[in-house]
């Protein structure tokens, strides 16, 4: 017998507009039906408004998901700046922030900030902490995703170990999320243009690499959650250059903007954008080979997973497509046709936006998932009784 939060989700799809389509579809009885669909109306996941299609006599009422009585919050913090946003239950933004924020400052100062944000944005929407039922935030660095601890990151002193959910939490009773930058941004952009693809592969190249992996609409995250690390796969072991890591040769120690950076003399990845715009041939020519000595490893990974869209993001992705006609090169020449056929290799569409949507959409799903909507339903209930 299907739950209120499985009912939820024939409504989200579209597959079952009304109450009689839903005891057609799922062949429940009236009175099912009629319990699960007030249930969900009076929690405020859906109302009914509008008319269906009539057969004749009182049109009926279609059902939808309310996305306006419940919000969410969400932020994304990267190496140097940090966004964030208050949407509506459709993962749409109603109000949005980005300051100029290095990662380094440490968990104190820079959750702080992300807390005053949060309650900026609910106070000048006019609405209570208790409209918001979800809450995410992304980090540059490995994340346990199920207790919400940073793991580890070379961008991100301070931060090991530290109980960002919690922090966050304090504020809340709701599930908090936390979540991989790469990761997010990588659903971001599969939910925002290639939902109509299974799997995407984001690479993010700026002072860093990171990756996110889509595999039919899901983040995949490995055991350790330390799937796409591929930054530091060791490509020259005798190279002089020591990565962040400490090892030597690795992707990231030769493609990075970091890396870049340091070759050309200059300080951030943003400062090599600059040189490519202004035309200089030596960073243009050293921009797609770091794209070419990526496009190594990521052969191996698009020949591993046959994604449909490779999405490059990050301060990279704006060398007017250098970095990525150096990608493209050597994926399409060491994959097996077959392979690439139809795989598509395109910069970031949503730019430094990727992660704040993403994170919206991951926490949205959390939120409104059967087990977090039956979950709530039997909260409600026991208050109730
Ligand atoms: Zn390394």
Same mark, same amino acid.
């Given at each position: 017998?299907?739950t209120?939060?499985?009912?939820?989700?024939?409504?989200r799809?579209?597959?079952?507009?009304?109450?009689?389509?839903?005891?057609e579809?799922?062949?429940?009885?009236?009175?099912?039906?009629?319990d699960?669909?007030?249930?969900?109306?009076?929690?405020?996941?859906?109302?009914?408004s509008g008319v269906?299609?009539s057969?004749?006599?009182?049109?009926?009422?279609?059902?939808d998901?309310?996305?306006?009585?419940?919000?969410?919050?969400?932020?994304?913090?990267?190496?140097?700046?940090?966004?964030?946003?208050l949407?509506d239950?459709?993962?749409?933004?109603?109000?949005?922030?980005?300051?100029?924020?290095?990662?380094?400052?440490?968990p104190?100062?820079?959750?702080?900030w992300?807390?005053?944000?949060?309650q900026r944005?609910?106070?000048?929407?006019?609405?209570?902490t208790?409209?918001?039922?979800?809450?995410?935030?992304?980090?540059?660095?490995?994340?346990?995703?199920?207790t919400g601890r940073?793991?580890?990151?070379?961008l991100?002193?301070?931060w090991?170990?530290?109980?960002?959910?919690?922090?966050i939490?304090?504020?809340?009773?709701?599930?908090?999320?936390?979540e991989?930058?790469?990761?997010?941004?990588?659903?971001?952009?599969?939910?925002s243009?290639?939902?109509?693809t299974?799997s995407?592969?984001?690479?993010?190249?700026s002072?860093?690499i990171?990756?996110?992996i =889509? @595999?039919? %609409?899901?983040?995949y995250?490995g055991? +350790?959650?330390?799937?796409?690390? /591929?930054?530091? *796969?060791?490509? &020259?072991?005798?190279?002089d250059?020591?990565?962040?890591?400490g090892?030597?040769?690795?992707?990231a120690?030769l493609?990075?903007?970091?890396?870049?950076?340091?070759d050309?003399?200059?300080?951030?990845?943003?400062d090599?954008?600059?040189l490519v715009h202004?035309?200089?041939p030596?960073?243009?020519?050293?921009?797609q080979?770091?794209?070419?000595t990526?496009?190594?490893?990521?052969?191996?990974a698009?020949?591993?997973l046959?994604?449909?869209?490779? =999405? @490059?993001? %990050?301060?990279?992705?704006?060398?007017? +497509?250098?970095?990525l006609?150096? /990608?493209?090169? *050597?994926?399409y &020449?060491?994959?097996?046709?077959?392979t690439?056929?139809?795989?598509?290799i395109?910069?970031?569409?949503?730019?430094?936006?990727?992660?704040?949507?993403?994170?919206?959409?991951?926490?949205m799903?959390?939120?409104?998932?059967?087990?977090?909507?039956d979950?709530?339903?039997?909260?409600?209930?026991?208050?109730?009784?």
């Amino acid at each position: 017998m299907l739950t209120a939060g499985q009912i939820l989700q024939l409504i989200r799809k579209g597959t079952c507009r009304t109450r009689k389509e839903l005891i057609e579809y799922t062949g429940l009885s009236r009175s099912t039906i009629t319990d699960r669909v007030d249930r969900l109306i009076d929690a405020g996941y859906i109302h009914e408004s509008g008319v269906g299609v009539s057969g004749g006599g009182r049109p009926p009422s279609v059902l939808d998901v309310d996305a306006t009585r419940r919000l969410l919050l969400v932020a994304d913090l990267g190496a140097s700046h940090a966004r964030v946003a208050l949407t509506d239950l459709a993962a749409r933004p109603m109000a949005e922030e980005r300051a100029e924020m290095r990662i380094e400052l440490g968990p104190d100062a820079v959750l702080s900030w992300v807390r005053e944000a949060f309650q900026r944005m609910l106070d000048r929407a006019g609405r209570p902490t208790g409209d918001v039922c979800g809450v995410g935030l992304d980090l540059p660095g490995s994340v346990d995703h199920a207790t919400g601890r940073a793991i580890r990151s070379f961008l991100m002193p301070g931060w090991d170990d530290h109980p960002v959910g919690e922090a966050i939490g304090s504020m809340f009773d709701v599930p908090i999320l936390v979540e991989n930058d790469a990761n997010a941004m990588a659903l971001g952009e599969w939910w925002s243009s290639w939902r109509g693809t299974d799997s995407l592969i984001l690479i993010k190249v700026s002072t860093g690499i990171g990756t996110g992996i =889509v @595999l039919d %609409g899901q983040i995949y995250r490995g055991v +350790e959650e330390a799937a796409g690390n /591929i930054g530091h *796969v060791r490509l &020259r072991e005798t190279d002089d250059r020591v990565c962040t890591c400490g090892s030597r040769g690795c992707v990231a120690s030769l493609a990075s903007g970091h890396a870049l950076a340091t070759d050309l003399g200059m300080t951030s990845s943003r400062d090599v954008v600059r040189l490519v715009h202004a035309g200089d041939p030596g960073a243009i020519a050293r921009v797609q080979e770091a794209g070419r000595t990526l496009g190594v490893v990521l052969a191996t990974a698009v020949s591993l997973l046959n994604p449909g869209v490779l =999405v @490059l993001a %990050g301060d990279m992705a704006q060398t007017r +497509e250098h970095y990525l006609t150096g /990608i493209r090169e *050597v994926v399409y &020449r060491r994959s097996l046709p077959y392979t690439t056929r139809n795989l598509k290799i395109v910069t970031s569409s949503l730019g430094d936006r990727a992660g704040i949507v993403g994170m919206a959409v991951i926490v949205m799903e959390h939120v409104l998932s059967p087990a977090s909507v039956d979950a709530a339903l039997a909260a409600r209930s026991d208050a109730a009784s």
